[in-house]
């Protein structure tokens, strides 16, 4: 670190800073009462964190030439955030222009790290490079694939697509951390965020599917 110029280190610093605010944001959110001013502000608040984690990443990657696949958690991370906001406005899943365009530039990025990826290292346990990967691509060719969902079979899954994204994002992120900083108990400080997350977002989607059943009794 030491090594580094300031404007590298200020740009870790803001990167790091803004991960951090980011998933203390996210639990926020998960912890408001869905839908109330809490929870609206912390998930715009989130959403302004990742952003600001994805422009650093790239500065990072492409100025400072530092390992590409964090700016892939980073992407992943972005991406599902990105989606699982945009799904609010969007509860029909009609197709946009804007979330295809940003899906392409998703896909093309995680792409782009594929191609790559013999000539940065693996720096990372391979296992967990190829299934963040895996993931990203999943999350885009299952929103290319809602578009032909009829209306009718579409109806409350995107509160549950919301969930399960906006989880997932917060994971990618507590991943990236705890990956970078616990060094030492690799793979497990990369995947067992991953499980967490998964679980977490099972226990709350399972709670709303209940609740929403309850409802219609």
Not at 19 to 29: D, E, H
Not at 162 to 189: N, Q, W
Request: charged share 10%; aromatic share 16%; net charge positive.
């Amino acid at each position: 670190m030491s090594d580094y110029t300031f404007t590298h280190q200020l740009n870790i610093l803001i990167h790091v800073t803004s991960g951090c605010l980011a998933m203390i944001m996210a639990i926020i959110a998960m912890i408001a009462s869905k839908g109330n001013k809490t929870h609206k502000t912390s998930g715009i608040l989130f959403l302004v964190l990742i952003a600001i984690v994805i422009m650093t990443g790239l500065i990072g990657v492409f100025i400072f030439k530092v390992n590409t696949f964090l700016l892939v958690l980073t992407l992943l991370s972005g991406y599902q955030a990105f989606s699982g906001y945009r799904v609010l406005g969007n509860k029909k899943s009609l197709p946009k222009l804007l979330d295809i365009i940003v899906a392409i530039i998703a896909l093309g990025s995680g792409l782009y790290f594929m191609h790559y990826i013999e000539t940065i290292g693996l720096i990372w346990a391979s296992g967990i490079i190829y299934s963040t990967v895996a993931a990203l691509f999943l999350i885009i060719a299952y929103d290319f694939v809602r578009y032909f969902l009829p209306k009718n079979k579409y109806k409350n899954r995107w509160l549950y697509e919301h969930i399960y994204k906006m989880i997932a994002s917060f994971t990618a992120l507590l991943a990236a951390f705890t990956g970078t900083v616990l060094p030492e108990y690799k793979p497990y400080s990369q995947f067992l965020p991953s499980i967490f997350g998964t679980l977490l977002a099972i226990g709350f989607i399972l709670f709303f599917w209940r609740k929403n059943k309850i409802k219609k009794i």
